[in-house]
């Protein structure tokens, strides 16, 4: 006999077995119900039922015997066929997970085909698309895919699910560049806003999923990657008892990513006002050059009686590269996914594998002729590893490159003066994207090289109008509160106030100051210098040939005893080197550094 025991306190609702029916090992017997919950009892073996000791209705205490099995000999035949094992059908998907299987693909582009075919004929991709482009395969969690737009006092909830999927934005943790970096360093958070439904307009219910998503990432230290095309705030949610939505935190959310993790912009076709707004708090914006980025868009413009204008007339991507808005300026969305994931990879960690560019070529940067200028950015691409380098804010600033790239694998961020503008001089925009560029090294703990050609900074009258001073200054404060190194290198001209800016503040400021010996210096451009401090003898001398004999060989004193090699003897700068040892100076420079604990509270400018 084999007795078959309550697990549990409960009240018998169901037999489903009678005495002399024979039952199965895993056989429901009978169902128990407790706390409103039924539970299944199964046979403990196979046999004949002989009693059945309580009826349906009763209550039984645990570990009561609830019935009684007879065994079945070899030789036996079951009088009754043995019973039905409870479960789903073969082949069958319950009801409850088949609504939420069908729910989820009313939110894929597979359903929308007719949204999706516009999308293309504008020469666009989808927010989904651009995800799965962004993210490794199959590594998205989404979060919030099944709310609609706030606007069922208006709508029938069919129309909502068809048209308005995710209300319009799609977001989720992925892994980016997973084949490069262990899955703890590849995790990022995304956020696409989907032009497909309601202009990719801000929604009550994604302003909700945003800020969901903002915690995650901030709480967790993930990089974020904003998708931000759309046209700002979103006038017909009608289901929200508020006035004018003014109370949301997501821009809030948004700008306190700043200096905490890296927040990358990707911007393609139109990006207006709340859109703009957190796409303008991103450290790096990437755009295409058929985008239009704007705080305002032409309903807004034209409600402030500003006129009317075609939204191809707000902020184009030629002004915006021009004025420093756009970073990277890229040709379709996969140059911009492909910029975003690359971008990502210079804060994810060091990767083993790399090529390093000829050493020796860095003999030829500097010409032999101390007047005759070159482009500094050969300098950086022999620096670096091969296929690295990533220059930022290209069209803004030009007097000073700044870039990201690898030595030996390791990432770093690079400046370097632009002789081909000004002759090197820093003026107020070159200024101000150098002293942002090294907040956004050292809010994230990359080392800064600074390749030095410079006559100092850019003075006169019309200079002085651009609130020179005050730009200027700025890259002597963010680099006083470096936590990162930075090594320098002067290719050619380290004179003045400039030279010392971009050695951190002073020659000794920096992990290490060399120089190449083709490195000229002094307390001010050697022209200037003699002007000034020779007046009275040039004076002296009949204006004409003679005088500017005069000058030429007053000139060419300073120019010897300011050599690289007489700056070293006097322990100015650390050493002269050969420019093909640069990058083995720089790859022991960062053996030998250190990076510092973040502040309690870096920041990057906006600027």
């Known amino acids: 006999m084999t007795e078959l025991r309550s697990p549990l306190q409960a009240q018998v609702v169901q037999w489903l077995v009678s005495p002399g029916d024979t039952v199965r090992a895993g056989d429901v017997v009978v169902i128990l119900e407790a706390m409103k919950m039924e539970h299944e009892v199964r046979s403990p073996g196979t046999g004949r039922v002989r009693e059945r000791l309580f009826a349906e209705g009763e209550t039984v205490d645990e570990r009561e015997v609830l019935l009684v099995l007879e065994e079945l000999g070899e030789a036996a035949s079951a009088p009754t066929p043995a019973l039905p094992r409870r479960g789903r059908e073969e082949g069958r998907t ?10 989820h693909a ?94 990719g307009t801000q929604g009550f219910r994604n302003h909700q999923k945003t800020d969901r998503l903002l915690g995650v990432a901030l709480k967790n230290k993930l990089p974020v990657v904003l998708l931000a095309e759309g046209g700002g705030g979103r006038p017909g949610d009608t289901d929200m008892p ?73 902020g184009p991507a030629r002004v915006q590269h021009g004025n420093g808005v756009i970073d990277v300026l890229v040709q379709d969305e996969a140059e911009a996914v492909a910029t975003a994931r690359k971008y990502l990879s210079f804060f994810q960690g060091a990767i083993a594998t790399f090529e390093a560019p000829e050493p020796q070529a860095l003999r030829e940067v500097v010409p032999e002729n101390r007047l005759r200028v070159y482009d500094s950015r050969t300098a950086l691409q022999g620096i670096v590893d091969r296929g690295t380098l990533l220059e930022l804010r290209t069209g803004f600033g030009v007097g000073i490159h700044t870039a990201l790239g690898r030595i030996a694998g390791r990432p770093v961020g690079l400046i370097a003066n632009n002789p081909l503008h000004l002759g090197g001089a820093i003026d107020a925009d070159a200024a101000d994207k150098a002293a942002r560029f090294l907040q956004l090294c050292n809010a994230h703990g990359l080392p800064v090289v600074s390749l030095v050609d ?48 971009m050695a951190a503040g002073g020659f ?13 210096f002094g307390g001010m451009g050697l022209e200037g210098a003699v002007r000034l401090g020779y007046r009275k003898e040039l004076e002296a001398v009949p204006e004409g040939p003679q005088r500017e004999a005069l000058f030429q060989d007053l000139v060419r004193k300073h120019y010897d005893a300011g050599q ?36 309690a509270q870096p920041f990057i400018d906006t600027w």
């Open 508 to 520: 000794h400021a920096p992990e290490f100051t060399v120089s190449w010996p083709s490195g000229e």
């Open 106 to 199: 009313l939110t894929l582009d597979e359903a929308r085909p007719q949204a999706v075919a516009r999308r293309h004929a504008l020469g666009l991709r989808t927010a989904r698309e651009n995800i799965a482009d962004l993210c490794d395969a199959n590594s998205f969690n989404e979060y919030g895919a099944l709310a609609v737009a706030a606007q069922r006092s208006r709508r029938s909830e069919d129309d909502l699910v068809r048209n308005t999927p995710a209300d319009g934005m799609v977001t989720g943790i992925a892994r980016i560049n997973g084949d490069l970096f262990a899955p703890e360093r590849a995790q990022a958070a995304v956020l696409a806003y989907d032009a497909t439904v309601l202009a």
């Open 242 to 314: 508020i006035v004018a939505g003014l109370h949301v935190p997501t821009f809030a959310s948004f700008a306190r990513l700043n200096g905490q993790v890296p927040v990358v912009g990707i911007v393609a076709g139109r990006c207006f006002a709340g859109n703009a707004a957190l796409l303008g708090c991103c450290d790096v914006i990437i755009a295409t050059a058929d985008s239009n980025i704007g705080m305002g868009g032409p309903a807004m413009v034209e409600g402030g009686g500003l006129g009317a204008y075609r939204p191809e007339d707000i």
């Open 564 to 599: 690289a090699t007489n700056m070293a003897a006097t322990l100015e700068i650390d050493a002269v080197i050969d420019p093909a040892q640069t990058r083995d100076w720089l790859l022991r420079g960062l053996d030998a550094a250190r990076i510092a604990p973040a502040a």
């Open 94 to 103: 319950r009801e409850d997970l088949q609504r939420v299987l069908d729910r």
């Open 454 to 501: 410079t006559p100092g900074f850019m003075v006169g009258p019309a200079i002085e109008e651009q609130a020179q001073v005050r730009h200027v200054s700025r890259m002597f404060v963010a680099a006083a509160h470096l936590r990162v190194p930075l090594f320098a290198v002067v290719l050619r001209k380290g004179y003045g106030l400039g030279a010392m800016a």
